[in-house]
Each structure stands twice: as C-alpha cells, then as structure tokens.
C-alpha cells in the first residue's frame, strides 16, 4: 500500500482519520476502490464504513441505475 504525506494549512480544523474518511469515500464514489478497500483506508470495518457513507452524501450503490434491470434477470 503506498503511504501519502499532505501538507494541510493550520487553519484547516480537521483531523486524519477524518481527511482518510473524505478521500476513501471519494475515491470509492468514482469507483476506484471497493467497498472493503475504502473502509481499510478509513480505519473502519466494512459495516461501519458503509454506514458512515450517508454522512458523507455517498451511496452505498455504486454502480450506474442501467444496471438495475439486468441484476433483476440475472438474480
């Protein structure tokens, strides 16, 4: 796993566990990362991250409405 250092201004009232939550949930949004990958970054089990996904205006579905109708006929 690569480690990122940032520089984040003083100013800035936020701390790391919540700057790995904003970019893990951020990158899972765009799908880059899954579900397990994301929480992992974040510190958090899989659960917890899910849960906390709301609070941050992320949905837990991932993947595009379209594919709603070929999941049904598939399930």
């Known amino acids: 796993m690569k480690t990122l250092t940032l520089n984040i201004p003083d100013t800035l009232e936020v701390d790391n566990r919540d700057l790995a939550m904003l970019v893990s949930t951020k990158l899972y949004e765009q799908g880059k990362l899954s579900l397990g990958q994301a929480a992992e970054i974040a510190g958090l089990t899989k659960r917890t991250f899910a849960e906390l996904l709301g609070s941050y ?4 579905f991932n993947f595009p409405a379209s594919d709603i109708p070929s999941d049904v006929i598939n399930a």
């Open 57 to 60: 205006n992320v949905s837990i």
